[in-house]
């Protein structure tokens, strides 16, 4: 892996046009983030490879890209595509998310389509355009059914991306009731202590 930064590490192959194209498009998934719901505590280790072997052994199977983290550092792990912006915001939401709750509360009590429909208020890809407000109700309470992964995944992609939209809606819903305020919607969710 090269680095490009303290927190950026490519596949060398990425080469110097598709690097400086990458970290533009890390600021821009960024400050999507921060102008949408003024967050920018995560830090996350970002890792970009090309290939799907190098995917694997960053933890990156079959999937575009995934979030992760340890309980004192966050990882991104995606495959270079372009314009993927809405993969970096997205992802990037899941590690906002996580500094809100704590590593541990994370895991044990943030349910799978609340994670979900939070990543994607900043993944705006065709495939998961939604208007919340004409989603049945019936559709929005199936999907905060799908607590836990294995749930809300399936070897069905038109079913998963059924499920990323209804979750997508149901936390856009949420969040208009909340003035778009992440860190409220999650301890009214999850009963936080603080
Ligand atoms: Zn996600």
Redesign the pocket.
């Known amino acids: 892996m090269r680095r490009l930064d303290d927190r950026i590490y490519v596949d060398p192959e990425l080469g110097d046009q598709r690097s400086r194209q990458l970290l533009d498009t890390w600021r821009i998934a960024k400050s999507r983030i921060s102008q949408r719901f003024g967050l920018s505590a995560a830090n996350p280790v970002l890792v970009v490879t090309m290939h799907a072997h190098t995917a694997e052994r960053y933890g990156l199977a079959g999937d575009s890209g995934i979030a992760f983290a340890l309980p004192w550092r966050h990882y991104i792990v995606v495959r270079w595509q372009d314009g993927f912006v809405d993969l970096l915001a997205?992802?990037l939401m899941?590690a906002q998310v996580r500094d809100i709750t704590g590593y541990w509360r994370y895991l044990l009590q943030v349910p799978t389509w609340l994670d979900?429909g939070i990543?994607m208020q900043v993944d705006d890809r065709e495939v998961y355009r939604v208007n919340p407000s004409i989603v049945p109700p019936g559709e929005i309470a199936r999907v905060q059914r799908l607590t836990r992964a294995r749930q809300f995944w399936s070897g069905d992609g038109a079913q998963n991306v059924r499920n990323y939209r209804a979750a997508k809606a149901a936390v856009a819903r949420l969040l208009e009731d909340r003035s778009g305020n992440i860190a409220g919607l999650l301890a009214w969710q999850i009963g936080s202590g603080d």
Request: charge should be negative; proline fraction near 0%; charged fraction near 40%.
């Open positions: 997205h992802e899941h979900e990543a």
